[in-house]
């Protein structure tokens, strides 16, 4: 069982920046795939970055590439989610999510609370 608490979600305004945060509390977090999904309001959860287990790979869904940035530290059981520009459309409770098994988009078991982003025009 993996415990995931999200923080650092807020109120922003449009190009400005945000760098959210998810602590992990098993101790052998580096053997696991984090993801970060978000849900807007009215529509399904979609993925938005991943990052493998050592951090060597990541994957971004194409809205994101070149805005958001996916990394980890290990060592203090935790990853982070750096969103530069932020665009209105970015608005959403985010998710951090892990799982078990190799870099992928979906079919993660453990999922945080989730924090609030939103992102004013």
């Known amino acids: 069982q993996v415990q995931l608490v999200e923080s650092g979600g807020g109120l922003v305004q449009a190009g400005g920046s945000l760098r959210l945060s998810c602590a992990a509390s098993?101790?052998?977090?580096?053997?696991?795939?984090m993801g970060w999904f978000r849900q807007a309001p009215g529509k399904e959860r979609e993925f938005v970055a991943a990052?493998?287990?050592?951090?060597?790979?990541?994957i971004y869904a194409d809205s994101v590439k070149g805005r958001f940035t996916i990394s980890r530290d290990n060592a203090k059981n935790t990853v982070y989610l750096q969103m530069n520009s932020l665009k209105p459309e970015d608005t959403a409770v985010y998710y951090c999510a892990a799982r078990a098994v190799k870099l992928d988009t979906r079919d993660y078991a453990y999922w945080g609370q989730g924090t609030q982003v939103t992102v004013s025009s």
């Open positions: 990052i493998s287990w050592n951090g060597g790979s990541t």
């Open positions: 098993r101790r052998t977090f580096s053997s696991y795939t």
